[in-house]
């Protein structure tokens, strides 16, 4: 047995099994004149050696990463205009030493090149950090930082880097230098197969194919998913193939099946989300409606669904990474982080302020690591956890910019940045930027919810209100509702209606007792309403949640836009008791 360091490229057929099911005799017959036509000549014009060609897959070694790395585009463009894409690989890429017998190569060099394959997405491909780092600029290609990713059975864990199509004639990034907006590391995966049509009228095939095509598109707002394209999820429409197959056959986490039935001017569609690995069903729901409209129909269900499946994956994904007792990725300590930001206490914050040092430290372009840390320096301000909030303000301000200069096609760090313009009192910029966030996903709650508070502080207290209900219908359980409902709370305030903002403390705080903006309204409220005794419990509890509060420190802290409002908010806060 001889050895030697080698560039080692695995790739497999997308979909194999189900291709396989649908015509036997057909796909063969594809696939052979596919290794004819595509992959032999790219094979031999880029000095590769096939060590094994098997039904589904292909390992190939070259003498030098650049040669691996150029067929592996040149090849994946070439099966993306084959045939319409008939054929969808997935293609990995590893630099180490391997064993040879024969033909035959053996070695961790091989089995990481494999596990890196089952990383890729469908027409994509991933490489190893040590063959990102030997490319260099030899490449015309553009491949983004996936941070370490822990491979099974692999001791050590591996850098990856994806390349995920588009024009292959992008400058290749420099390390570190990600800008986001690819598959982030550890992200959730989600497939949404075509819905069964089981109405008598084939012809209502176009609705049911449209309710799913649009759950895709809503999906694919959220840059925290992975959402496998159309194409490749309808490959399995009408044919009997088990959850978990498709699963593995896709690489993804969750997928998300339903079927449509229209009887008379009714229609009801059913849905359910799936765990891939353990088939477990995470959520389900059933509509009903009437089809006065069609395509209002379609759309209400439609954002009705995605307003349900996106804050239950993340649930999942969060659920599933406290659950982890080995090796974190950097996507792990964001969601862990968020958990713990969710908690509302100082020592919570603290936690998830290291999370999320290392979480950079780990992914520097890491977008969402950034944004969160915008929001520990805002709860940090707004629960006196941080004595100075014009410094924690100036703090998260800077963190989420970062984090949309890192991304600026992610929604939630503009979503971030709103929130960190509107308490530094940059009302214009609040809005532009969380303008941007819901121009970018329509169904961010974050969005909503924090224009809730600008609306609030600007007086406004009808569109608070829409805003903040807006924001709950999208993420009920949400961490930072307690936020948006302050948005519509400190609105209602200032429009004199001082019943409404007591009960939209009370029911904030029920869920998140200590939660100092809304102790604060309901304080303030209180003693505009002249409620002496309800008026001195509930300043009793705000200083036992922050002794030293004054005054003057929460003129600092809650940005009121105009002089005029903002003395009337303050006085309410006066009249209770709280010291200048």
Not at 60 to 83: H, I, L, N, R
């Amino acid at each position: 047995m001889a050895r030697r360091l080698s560039a080692i490229l695995a790739a497999d057929v997308v979909g194999y099994s189900a291709l396989m099911a649908q015509d036997e005799a057909a796909t063969l017959a594809a696939l052979n004149e596919f290794r004819k036509a595509v992959l032999e000549p790219l094979m031999a014009r880029h000095s590769g050696r096939i060590v094994k060609l098997m039904g589904d897959g292909l390992l190939a070694e070259f003498a030098s990463v650049v040669d691996a790395v150029e067929f592996a585009v040149a090849f994946q463009s070439a099966a993306a205009a084959w045939q319409d894409g008939r054929i969808v690989l997935r293609i990995g890429i590893n630099l180490g030493d391997v064993l040879t017998e024969g033909r035959d190569i053996f070695g961790d060099g091989v089995n990481v090149a494999a596990r890196l394959e089952a990383l890729a997405e469908p027409g994509g491909i991933c490489i190893s950090g040590i063959v990102f780092d030997s490319l260099g600029t030899k490449v015309d290609a553009r491949f983004r930082s996936d941070g370490e990713r822990q491979l099974k059975n692999i001791p050590a864990p591996v850098r990856v880097y994806r390349w995920s199509g588009g024009n292959p004639m992008e400058l290749l990034e420099n390390p570190g230098q990600s800008p986001g907006g690819g598959h982030a590391s550890g992200k959730p995966s989600i497939a949404v197969l075509a819905f069964d049509n089981m109405s008598q009228d084939s012809d209502q095939e176009y609705f049911s194919d449209g309710i799913a095509e649009d759950i895709i598109t809503e999906l694919s707002y959220f840059k925290e998913f992975f959402v496998i394209a159309r194409n490749t999820s309808f490959s399995y429409k009408g044919q009997a193939v088990r959850v978990d197959q498709i699963s593995r056959d896709l690489g993804v986490q969750y997928v998300l099946e339903g079927s449509v039935r229209k009887a008379g001017g009714r229609v009801r569609v059913t849905a359910q989300l799936i765990d891939g690995d353990s088939g477990a069903h995470l959520w389900a729901a059933k509509y009903d409606r009437d089809l006065d409209d069609i395509f209002a129909v379609q759309d209400e269900i439609t954002r009705a669904i995605v307003g349900s499946v996106a804050p239950e994956t993340l649930g999942a994904e969060l659920r599933r990474s406290r659950a982890k007792t080995g090796s974190l990725t950097a996507w792990d300590r964001v969601l862990q982080a968020r958990w713990h930001l969710g908690q509302l206490s100082a020592d919570n914050n603290v936690r998830a302020r290291q999370m999320l040092d290392e979480a950079i430290a780990t992914d520097p372009g890491m977008a969402d690591a950034h944004a969160a840390l915008a929001l520990c320096d805002l709860m940090d301000m707004l629960h006196r956890w941080n004595p100075d909030p014009v410094a924690a303000i100036a703090h998260a301000r800077t963190a989420a910019a970062k984090a949309a200069e890192l991304d600026d096609m992610n929604a939630s760090a503009y979503g971030m940045l709103g929130m960190a313009d509107a308490f530094a009192r940059d009302f214009e910029e609040a809005a532009r930027h969380l303008t941007r966030a819901i121009e970018l996903n329509p169904n961010l709650a974050i969005g909503h919810g924090n224009f809730a508070a600008v609306h609030g502080v600007n007086g406004d207290y009808a569109a608070a209100r829409a805003s903040a209900q807006r924001a709950v219908a999208l993420s009920p359980r949400d961490p930072l509702k307690p936020f948006w409902l302050g948005g519509m709370g400190i609105g209602a305030y200032l429009a004199g209606e001082y019943e409404d903002c007591v009960q939209i403390a009370a029911e904030g705080l029920k869920a998140h007792p200590g939660y100092a903006s809304l102790m604060r309204q309901e304080t303030a409220a209180l003693a505009m309403l002249g409620r002496e005794a309800e008026t001195a419990a509930s300043l009793q509890r705000l200083l036992a949640r922050m002794p030293d509060l004054t005054i003057e420190q929460v003129r600092h802290m809650v940005p009121v836009r105009y002089p005029d409002d903002q003395e009337r908010w303050l006085d309410g806060l006066r009249r209770a008791g709280l010291p200048d």
